[in-house]
């Protein structure tokens, strides 16, 4: 497998289930992201994809949100020194516009120091994937409207060139945790031929048996294509 996208569900009913604030749960929640990462690098597989924040989650209240975006900093400098150690390049995909300034230097910072390693962590925040799809679609107009691109020229590979990181093959497997049945809107154009895997698990536990589980049941799989 050589990418793997998963959607990190399931941080607040942990810490509810323990009476501790949402908050704790994202905490708990991060740690996990650093066990999975070394998953990945056993496993060798090349792109990791984490849904951490939704274009959706800036309705939740302010407290949790701000929370959120501490974390976000915190993980980074937590983190940069094993970014480098199992070299991994770190990419953001969403509109970063969004996120307050210090997570977006916080971002930078990291990105520009792990650009020139080959296996990538991409951190989805502030990511919708009906977002993506709109803006490439502006990059499109925008491409047409100064006479450089003629619509009849626009196909697939067109399209998709203007998504946040087309240089970034689809995902092969979707992971959920927490047991909802839904994309929540991710990858919406990436995740058409993806295969999907939903456990219970809420991601606070999610283990190296959960992460086993979900890639040998993606090596069960027939991915057919559309073909026979
Ligand atoms: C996922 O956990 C983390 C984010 C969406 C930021 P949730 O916070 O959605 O946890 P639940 O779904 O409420 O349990
Ligand atoms: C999806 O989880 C978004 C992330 C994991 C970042 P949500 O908890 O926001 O999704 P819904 O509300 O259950 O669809
Ligand atoms: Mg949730």
Redesign the pocket.
């Known amino acids: 497998m050589e990418h793997l996208a998963i959607i990190?569900?399931?941080?607040?009913?942990?810490a509810?289930a323990r009476g501790l604030p949402?908050t704790e749960?994202?905490r708990a929640?991060g740690e996990t992201v650093r066990r999975v990462l070394q998953y990945c690098r056993d496993a060798n597989i090349r792109y990791l994809t984490l849904y951490?924040?939704?274009v959706e989650?800036w309705k939740r209240p302010r407290e949790e949100v701000d929370a959120?975006m501490k974390l976000l900093v915190a993980y980074l400098a937590g983190e940069e020194s094993m970014l480098h150690q199992n070299q991994v390049r770190l990419r953001v995909m969403g509109r970063r516009e969004d996120l307050p300034p210090e997570a977006r230097a916080a971002l930078q910072h990291v990105e520009e120091a792990t650009a020139g390693y080959e296996r990538q962590l991409i951190l989805c925040l502030s990511y919708g994937g009906r977002a993506e799809i709109v803006d490439a679609a502006k990059g499109l107009a925008k491409r047409i409207a100064s006479g450089e691109l003629q619509p009849e020229a626009i196909d697939e590979q067109t399209f998709a060139g203007h998504l946040y990181l087309p240089d970034v093959p689809d995902p092969d497997l979707i992971v959920r945790t927490?047991g909802e049945l839904r994309l929540s809107n991710f990858l919406l154009w990436q995740a058409s031929y993806a295969e999907l895997y939903v456990t219970p698990v809420?991601?606070p536990d999610f283990g190296e048996a959960d992460f086993k589980a979900a890639l040998a049941a993606f090596e069960q799989r027939n991915r057919r294509y559309g073909g026979v």
């Open positions: 990190m569900d399931g941080n607040g009913r942990w509810k949402r749960g994202h929640g951490a924040f939704s989650n959120l927490s809420l991601w």
